[in-house]
């Protein structure tokens, strides 16, 4: 006879299979953030990066999207790419942990020593990243879709508290629909790549006079 153990051992296998399988083929949005070229221009300057979400709709499709996502993922599929790299993907996150992701890369690369751990948060300004808008859509005209997107924050310098520079990025892109969500996750990806690289945090810190 088999023991019931290896009974057991096998339904075990059977059923993690099972469910990492459903769970790889559940739809995702992904994100390939492109780094522009380092230039070290702020090196030797340290801040503190926090992000925070003052969104109105917090989720991240509209329904059109949603329609075709099949569901309304909470986690965003994130790679990395330098120049004319592919990119490399380092993880799925979360939005507000993925922006902290996008926004360390962008500011090392300027030389930038770039804390975001709370408990290692000396006196070095903040840097706050407020999210005001991350929307996907899908549109449905007679005879084709439209994949639309649009993104807002605004990026403030902090010292002790207290405002000292601030300035709001945003923009709005659309892509028509040919090959099932591949044009959704190229439009997400140049319009986060786009507005992430126009935060010009030298001129920033030269406005609040840290510079």
Same mark, same amino acid.
């Given at each position: 006879?088999?023991?019931?153990?290896?009974?057991?051992?096998?339904?075990?296998?059977?059923?993690?299979?099972?469910?990492?399988?459903?769970? =790889?083929?559940?739809?995702?949005?992904?994100?390939?953030? /492109?780094?522009?070229e380092k230039?070290?221009? %702020?090196?030797?300057?340290?801040?503190? #990066?926090?992000?925070?979400? =003052? /969104?109105?709709?917090?989720?991240?499709?509209? &329904?059109?999207?949603?329609?075709?996502?099949?569901?309304?993922?909470?986690?965003?599929?994130?790679?990395?790419?330098?120049?004319?790299?592919?990119?490399?993907?380092?993880?799925?996150? =979360?939005?507000?942990?993925?922006?902290?992701?996008?926004?360390?890369?962008?500011?090392?690369?300027?030389?930038?020593?770039?804390?975001?751990?709370?408990?290692?948060?000396?006196?070095?300004?903040? %840097?706050?990243?407020?999210?005001?808008?991350?929307? %996907?859509?899908?549109?449905?005209?007679?005879?084709?879709?439209?994949?639309? !997107? /649009?993104?807002?924050?605004?990026?403030?310098?902090?010292?002790?508290?207290?405002?000292?520079?601030s300035n709001?990025? =945003?923009g709005e892109?659309?892509?028509?629909?040919?090959?099932? /969500?591949?044009? !959704?996750?190229?439009?997400?990806?140049? #319009?986060?790549?786009?507005?992430?690289?126009?935060?010009?945090? &030298?001129?920033? %810190?030269?406005? !609040?006079?840290?510079?």
């Open positions: 006879m088999v023991p019931i153990k290896k009974y057991a051992g096998i339904f075990l296998l059977i059923l993690f299979l099972l469910t990492a399988v459903s769970c =790889s083929t559940v739809p995702v949005l992904h994100v390939n953030y /492109r780094v522009p230039t070290n221009q %702020l090196q030797g300057k340290k801040v503190f #990066l926090e992000i925070r979400d =003052s /969104r109105t709709d917090k989720d991240m499709l509209g &329904e059109g999207a949603r329609e075709d996502f099949k569901n309304n993922p909470e986690n965003v599929s994130l790679s990395v790419a330098e120049g004319k790299e592919r990119g490399f993907k380092i993880g799925v996150f =979360s939005l507000g942990d993925m922006m902290r992701e996008i926004f360390k890369e962008r500011l090392t690369g300027l030389g930038l020593d770039v804390v975001t751990d709370i408990g290692s948060r000396g006196e070095e300004p903040t %840097l706050v990243i407020d999210l005001q808008a991350f929307k %996907l859509d899908l549109t449905k005209g007679a005879v084709k879709r439209t994949w639309t !997107a /649009r993104i807002s924050y605004i990026a403030e310098i902090q010292g002790k508290g207290k405002a000292l520079a709001k990025i =945003s892109s659309e892509k028509l629909k040919i090959v099932l /969500r591949k044009e !959704a996750d190229s439009l997400i990806s140049d #319009l986060v790549t786009d507005l992430a690289n126009r935060l010009d945090a &030298e001129a920033l %810190l030269r406005q !609040a006079g840290l510079i």
